[in-house]
DNA sequence: GCTTTATTAAACTCATAAGCTAATTAACCT
DNA sequence: AGGTTAATTAGCTTATGAGTTTAATAAAGC
């Protein structure tokens, strides 16, 4: 229904998610060992890795009754090209950070003493 | 409710709000220069803007009756953060592409002929 | 064939998101 | 004061998200 780029953001909205794709980035995993670290219910776990796998974040194989989760960072490429357009943005800001810390640095020569 | 990157992510995860803050890199604009583009209410546009002002993605000021709208992106710095740790990833997805590219440019030799 | 293990499906609750229209606030202009 | 413009609030509908428990499916191992 949504374009991939929502699909994406919204799959990265979840601390619980974002914690999967964490585990996953050290290898693949069955529902159960991903699931393990969570104070939450099979089912829900379940649930959030079929939003992973729509938003392509994931693919899962069969290997007998288990199904491993493999972490697929296409769409985080995606993500990160979107968001990186505004990197100017955000480096502006740092520099004017660095501005006012250099000037802190001085002893704020204009404001005091 | 929600930590500063889930509601980074799910701001980011609506197309409109992703189109007002592509407007916004263009320059501050009002809400009213901002919802023209869009086929949906002002009152919409308005709630989409609070979800951006809540994410801190936007700030707003006041000049008369209007409300200059603000693109603040630090946020976006913190997202970006988190998705890089990922890159190694889609980077070793391009690096098998790569490969795949100059297989196709060999003419796939083993395959065929 | 029956049981255990792994995972998903079904059916439900509750909360929130996204949109609308109509009404309200706020500031400007005569 | 009264009217116009800018923006938000209120109240509503509808859809979706996240979680639950219980039930079903699938494969393995005895």
Redesign the interface.
């Known amino acids: 229904m ?2 991939p ?3 994406t ?2 799959a ?4 619980t998610r ?1 914690a999967i ?1 964490a585990r996953l ?1 050290e290898g693949d995993a069955t529902v159960n060992d991903i699931a393990a670290p969570f104070a939450m219910s099979l089912p829900a776990v379940s649930k959030h890795l079929k939003v992973l796998e729509t938003a392509g974040l994931i693919t899962r194989s069969r290997t007998a009754q288990w199904r491993p989760c493999h ?4 769409p ?2 995606d ?2 090209g ?6 100017r ?2 480096e ?2 740092f520099d004017r950070l660095d501005d006012y810390l250099a000037e802190l640095q001085a002893g704020d020569p204009d404001k005091k003493s």
């Open positions: 949504s374009d780029l929502s699909l953001f919204a990265l909205a979840d601390p974002r794709l980035s972490l697929e960072a296409a985080l490429k993500a990160n979107w968001i990186s357009r505004y990197r943005f955000w502006a800001s």
